[in-house]
C-alpha cells in the first residue's frame, strides 16, 4: 500500500512537471519568456522538488519509526541486542 502511494505521488508530479515544462515551452513560443528564463524556472522547480523530496522521506521514516513502537515490533537493533544476548 505505501509502494502504491509513493508510485501515485511520483505519477502525479511526473505529469505536473510535464505540464509545466510543456506550459514554459508555449511562453517561449509566444516570446513572453525566453528559453533562459524557462530553463531557470525549470532548474528552481526541480531543486525545491528535491528538498520536499527530502523533507518527505525523513517525516515518512519517522512516522513509520513512531508507528512500529507504538505496535511493539522488534526493529534489526532490538534483534541484535537479543541475539548478543541470547549468545552469552
Request: charged share 45%.
Amino acid at each position: 500500500m505505501l509502494k502504491d502511494l509513493i508510485t501515485i505521488g511520483l505519477g502525479g508530479a511526473l505529469l505536473a512537471k510535464e505540464k509545466v515544462e510543456k506550459e514554459l515551452g508555449e511562453l517561449v513560443d509566444k516570446g513572453k519568456l525566453n528559453k533562459e528564463e524557462a530553463q531557470s524556472f525549470i532548474d528552481k522547480a526541480k531543486v525545491k522538488g528535491e528538498e520536499e523530496e527530502k523533507e518527505f522521506k525523513a517525516h515518512l521514516k519517522e512516522v513509520i519509526k513512531e508507528t512500529f513502537e507504538e505496535m511493539g515490533i522488534a526493529t534489526k537493533e532490538d534483534i541484535k541486542t537479543l541475539i548478543k544476548e541470547m549468545k552469552k
